[in-house]
């Protein structure tokens, strides 16, 4: 909402500095987005001086000027007066400044090879005088402090813009912010005087609201201007509508522009000789058509409240007239409307359709439904002063009764909801100057809402209406107190926080992507999953609800290959989503990691990154957060966009059905499609929530602590199994043999090839063995040999390698 | 007696000289090997008189003593030689570089919102959180913005369905909803997350993150609200002084509401929080709305209470002088390395906020 400071003090006497006003509009809620003069081509003419001037080379009658524009800018103009002479104060334009006489723009260019920045002014060119032999002569006695000033400063009216927020459209006109101000004490609202009329014959277009079940429109009234002649605004208007930034139409156009931006009060006018015998108020049929003013056809659904006449539809009620009945500069006789619109009708109308307007904006955040014959009278006043005219008599429509709403408001309330107590009597008067009537039965006010406030209808309202006024300032600063109710964080939370920084302690750096991603990339990480799509994407590679953490990260990797980078290690902990419903979302670490292994290091031998060294970092991870690794098992199984052969699943216990995490290569076919180029590309996922909360408080994880101090023993073996046979087996078959005897065991060596029949592999281990009762005699460790070489074999299948 | 005394100085003299480890293993043969001179002086004990005996004994255990304590003092010697010898071939070049290092980054978003939950955790609230897939009931209606309300237009909404009920949610307020629907006053949370708006520029960005704020109990009132914002901000700024300026504003899900301004000045191009004369607006509040209240079944003429909602991206940026908001959500790995913080950087009350 635009308007200038002195529109402003047509409503409001003051006697405060604009500063003030200023201030006093954010104190009470109306936030100033801007405070600025009115820019205007002629800011571009400045006073300056002429510091130097020098012969053209090229020219006898030109000049080069050193020219003082103030601000210590020095330029250079080329100049052909034969009065520009060092020390001169004149007038100067810069580039890109309209000259008056001519309208021509100026540029910065070349005169006879020297560049010219701008030009420096005669008097007939600013249409000053007709002078035109030299440039302008300036004063030094009133001039010479002003260098770098505008010359012209007859325009300096200042714009404040403020913005409005959806609860205030009492706020969109120029009297409701005087309203405001005075209630806060910055001047006294004045009251509008309005000159009797005289109103001529009745209104004899006949108006009719229908009892249609949507019906958006509750009030109509009119009045009929007979013989005006409609021209070119004022100047006095053309100033005000320009001063906010639009554009002056015609001057009935315009007054109703005016009316509409002083009152609030949105208006319009139809060219009477247009309507084809009467208006009919009425909800639209589907498939009518009609041709706003924004000169576009729009083609209505039913229920939406149209202004019609015998032939059709005249314009969208309290959104858009129609190019048939508008205005035109030869409009002889006009109706005006001042009508009352549904707030939900015209946001529904004009959301179907798409349209944004002015009276849309203000209609739809409610208008004063007692306005209507302060609008039609203000409004037809200036018409007929500016385009004369005869009035008609005001013809008021109404199919509803509006009366102002009551509350009532116990002032104690205040107290208890701000913190801080002020009189009644203060109360009162605020409230009276916002318009509301009060009448006071001991503490209970008894209050009228005024008829433009339809965001009030409750006690709190009022709270709110008293502490703006009087001043959020005044409200203390209680120091918080400590008391809680709940621990900060419940477990799952913690487990978040703590696997984060555990995983960025491997070496990842931690990114935050959107939870949207690309539908193509989605694609090769889905799974079966339901597609979730975004009705309305911010752009079409966005256009699905990600689920899975991985094709963001992958494209990112991909990103940052292609900015040079090989070795990256990635991670993200966010949402991933299975389905579109609320709550349908798993919270998940996704880890990715390309390139090699000390890369151009000195005394290491670089490698490729490989799935164990994700499976470590995801291992120890889990080992860090309190699992325990003793239980873990590993599967085989994964997701299909992780290599075949290169990838597994961990779970926390044998026997649980949901993996908590899988490990590998990501598939090869995805990273040739997505167009990866690196060597190699591992991950892994972590699903926070099938991580059991089985973990007991640290207190209470420490057993007693014991020990063994007999000899230890080591053994190793080698068995010969099938190429499938999987490590963790052989592992589990021995250290199940005796859980007190058989401390750790080692995969030292994987072996296949010379020696080692086709289809097998060697595996060879290393098995510590100590007890906790004795040192172990060598027959005692030759039988624990022989039986964990024949529990192997007879288990697996296994042959120990001779 | 003499005699031993001679094998000693004789040989204490000749372990005085500079010997290889063999030499000194044949002296000790000669001392002590089996016909040791020693060895030796030690079988014709039995044959003196024992008046004698035992006085040579003596001596000779002395003796014994002290030679056998020379030659280990040499063998250490040597030995100490022969290191240090080496020792001089062993240099290396110790400027060469370590082996890899891969130092790990926590992103700005995180290490914040670790920070404003440690901050409220000093004053007793607790973390909540709630889903980003939010129904249009919890996101606008229970807030009090029904349909067809001008203030849903502040929110550009990205729906799921084309009947416009289920969304990504424009705020955290929702989780204000369901904790309160889920539970009974007092309720002190907030609830950090990400949020969506189809918007995106330089300042915009589709998907952002907010941590919202809500203390329901009995008496709290606005005195309270402006006090613990107050402290938030002073603690998350760690500044001891900062200039906090509350306006009348509206939310539909407040009354009364108010934006939050803090002071600050540019030096050098940079902003610096607490001093100077500008505003800079960095957070919505006010009182949760009767209306709200009822929705959620709880009676508003027993509790009342506030709520806010802070951006947390934009927190970061300007504690941290991070310029643009899209740079949060881009990857550049030079971007996360770069204004990342180190994982054991955990903000903490008894550590601070940071180092």
Same mark, same amino acid.
Request: hydrophobic fraction near 35%.
């Given at each position: ?10 409503h ?58 103030g601000q ?27 000259i008056?006489?001519?309208? =021509? ?11 010219s920045?701008? =030009? ?34 007859n325009?300096?009216?200042? @714009? ?18 005087a ?18 009329? $005289? ?27 007979k ?12 100033? $005000? ?18 009316? =509409? ?19 009919? @108020? ?17 083609k209505?659904?039913d ?19 129609g ?30 359709? +798409? ?11 409610g ?34 009764q ?7 408001? +116990?002032?104690?309330?205040? /107290? ?54 009087k001043?959020?300032?005044?409200i ?20 978040f ?12 750096l ?57 070795d990256?290690?990635?991670? /993200? ?5 299975? +389905? ?7 919270? @998940? ?27 470590k ?5 889990? =080992? ?8 873990f ?44 180029k ?44 099938d ?80 | 007696?003499?005699?031993?005394k ?82 001089e ?19 700005p ?11 409220f ?49 424009t705020?955290?307020?929702?989780v ?17 997350g ?64 108010a ?13 610096v ?6 505003w ?24 009342q ?38 994982p ?12």
């Amino acid at each position: 909402m635009k308007f200038t400071m002195s529109w402003l003090k047509e409503h409001l006497e003051t006697k405060h500095k604009d500063t003030q006003i200023i201030d006093k509009l954010t104190d009470v809620g109306l936030e100033v987005e801007s405070f600025e003069n009115i820019s205007s081509d002629l800011d571009n003419f400045k006073i300056a001086k002429i510091i130097n001037a020098e012969q053209h080379p090229n020219a006898d009658r030109l000049r080069i000027c050193d020219v003082d524009i103030g601000q210590q800018n020095i330029v250079k103009v080329v100049c052909g007066a034969p009065n520009a002479k060092k020390g001169l104060l004149t007038v100067y334009a810069g580039p890109g400044s309209v000259i008056p006489k001519n309208n =021509m723009k100026l540029t910065v260019s070349k005169i006879r090879g020297i560049t010219s920045y701008g =030009m420096l002014c005669s008097e007939s060119e600013l249409k000053l005088s007709d002078e035109s032999e030299g440039i302008t002569e300036l004063k030094p006695s009133k001039y010479s402090d002003k260098i770098g000033k505008n010359f012209f400063n007859n325009n300096n009216e200042k @714009v404040v813009d403020l913005s409005i927020t959806p609860n205030r459209p009492d706020c969109l006109g120029v009297r409701g912010i005087a309203r405001d101000l005075a209630a806060a004490g910055t001047g006294k609202l004045k009251n509008i005087s309005h000159k009797n009329i $005289k109103k001529d014959g009745s209104q004899n277009i006949k108006v009719s609201i229908t009892k249609d079940k949507k019906q958006g429109c509750t009030i109509f009234g009119s009045c009929l201007i007979k013989g005006v002649t409609n021209k070119e605004s004022p100047k006095w208007l053309k100033e $005000k509508i320009t001063s906010l930034g639009q554009k002056p139409i015609s001057a009935i156009v315009d007054i109703t522009n005016y009316v =509409m931006l002083d009152l609030n009060r949105p208006l319009h006018a139809y060219d009477a000789d247009k309507i084809d015998r009467e208006i009919i @108020v009425r909800d639209s049929k589907k498939g009518e058509t009609f041709e706003a003013l924004d000169n576009k056809e729009y083609k209505l659904d039913d229920g939406m409240c149209v202004i019609s006449d015998k032939s059709g539809v005249l314009g969208l009620g309290g959104v858009i007239g129609g190019t048939r009945s508008g205005t035109e500069l030869k409009t002889k006789n006009i109706l005006l409307e001042s009508a009352y619109f549904i707030p939900r009708s015209i946001r529904k109308t004009s959301k179907l359709l +798409n349209i944004d307007t002015d009276a849309k904006f203000r209609f739809e955040r409610g208008i004063d439904p007692q306005s209507i014959e302060t609008g039609l009278l203000k409004a037809s006043q200036l018409i007929s002063e500016i385009c004369g005219g005869k009035i008609s008599k005001f013809d008021i429509q109404k199919i509803k009764q509006y009366k102002n709403s009551e509350i009532k408001f +116990n002032t104690s309330l205040f /107290e208890k909801i701000t913190g801080f107590k002020i009189k009644d009597n203060e109360i009162i008067k605020i409230l009276n100057d916002l318009g509301f009537k009060v009448s006071r039965k001991k503490s209970e006010l008894k209050l009228k809402v005024p008829s433009w406030r339809p965001d009030i209808s409750q006690p709190i309202d009022i709270v709110e209406e008293v502490v703006r006024i009087k001043g959020y300032e005044n409200i203390e600063t209680i120091e918080p107190e400590k008391k809680r109710f709940k621990d900060t964080l419940n477990k799952q939370q913690k487990l978040f926080h703590f696997l984060q920084r555990s995983v960025a302690s491997k070496g990842y750096l931690e990114t935050v992507t959107w939870s949207f991603t690309d539908s193509r990339i989605n694609n090769f990480f889905k799974e079966n999953l339901k597609e979730i799509k975004i009705v309305n994407p911010i752009s079409l590679d966005l256009d699905v609800l990600r689920n899975s953490i991985f094709s963001n990260l992958a494209f990112y990797l991909k990103k940052n290959l292609d900015r040079g980078f090989k070795d990256i290690s990635l991670f /993200e902990i966010g949402p991933i989503f299975k +389905n579109n419903q609320p709550g349908e979302q798993l919270t @998940v670490i996704g880890a990715i990691k390309s390139g090699k292994i000390s890369r151009l290091n000195w005394n290491e031998k670089e490698r490729l990154v490989d799935i164990f060294d994700v499976k470590k970092d995801l291992i120890q991870t889990l =080992m860090e957060a309190g699992y325990d690794k003793q239980s873990f098992f590993i599967r085989d199984k994964s997701p299909t966009y992780y290599h075949p052969g290169k990838s597994g699943s961990v779970y926390l216990d044998k026997d649980d059905i949901d993996p908590v995490a899988y490990f590998g290569e990501l598939h090869p076919n995805i990273v040739k499609k997505l167009d990866i180029k690196t060597e190699g590309v591992v991950g892994f996922e972590i699903y926070l929530d099938y991580l059991k909360d089985n973990k007991i408080k640290l207190k209470d994880q420490k057993s007693n602590f014991e020990y063994s101090d007999y000899q230890k023993s080591e053994r190793d073996f080698a068995f010969v199994v099938d190429k499938n046979y999987k490590a963790q087996d052989l592992i589990e078959i021995i250290s199940s043999i005796d859980k007190s005897l058989i401390r750790s065991i080692k995969i030292f060596d994987i072996y296949e090839g010379e020696k080692i029949p086709d289809g097998k592999k060697s595996i060879a281990l290393n098995v510590t063995i100590q007890s906790s009762e004795k040192t172990l005699e060598e027959n005692d460790l030759e039988k624990i040999n022989k039986l964990i070489i024949s529990t192997v074999e007879s288990k697996s299948g296994a042959k120990i390698r001779s | 007696m003499s005699d031993i005394k001679k094998i000693k100085e004789e040989y204490l003299k000749k372990l005085d000289n500079n010997l290889e480890v063999e030499s000194v293993n044949q002296i000790k043969t000669e001392l002590f090997g089996k016909n040791g001179q020693i060895s030796n002086s030690f079988k014709t004990l039995g044959s003196l008189p024992n008046d004698e005996r035992k006085k040579f004994a003596s001596d000779l255990n002395s003796i014994k003593d002290e030679l056998q304590e020379k030659i280990n003092s040499k063998l250490q010697e040597i030995e100490i030689k022969e290191i240090n010898s080496k020792l001089e071939n062993e240099k290396l070049d110790v400027t060469l570089p370590e082996r890899e290092i891969n130092q790990g980054k926590i992103h700005p978003v995180s290490q914040v919102i670790d920070e404003i939950s440690s901050i409220f955790s000093e004053i007793g609230f607790s973390v909540e959180e709630g889903p980003d897939v939010e129904n249009e009931h919890y996101n606008f209606t229970a807030l009090n913005t029904p349909d067809n309300h001008p203030a849903r237009d502040m929110h550009d909404t990205f729906y799921l369905d084309n009947n416009k009920e289920i969304l990504l949610r424009t705020h955290t307020s929702p989780v204000q909803v369901r904790t309160m629907l889920n539970g009974k006053p007092p309720f002190k949370i907030i609830a950090p997350g990400r949020t969506y708006r189809s918007d995106s520029d330089q300042t915009h960005s589709p998907m952002f993150h907010q941590v919202e704020g809500l203390h329901i109990d009995k008496n709290i009132n606005m005195g309270h609200l402006k006090g613990c914002l107050n402290y938030f901000i002073k603690s998350f700024f760690e500044v001891d002084k900062i200039k906090m300026r509350f306006r009348p504003s509206h939310f539909p899900f407040t009354e009364p509401s108010a934006e939050v301004d803090i002071g600050y000045e540019l030096k050098d191009g940079k902003i610096v929080i607490g001093e100077g004369d500008k505003w800079l607006e960095i957070l919505g509040c006010g009182m949760v709305h009767p209306n709200v209240l009822k929705n959620v079944n709880v009676n508003p003429d027993k509790y009342q209470g506030y709520a806010f909602g802070i951006g947390i991206d934009r927190l970061g940026m300007l504690k941290y002088g991070i310029n643009d908001l899209r740079a949060f959500f881009e990857t550049d790995y030079r971007w996360l390395n770069h204004f990342g913080f180190d994982p054991l950087d955990v903000p903490s009350n008894y550590r601070g906020l940071s180092r």
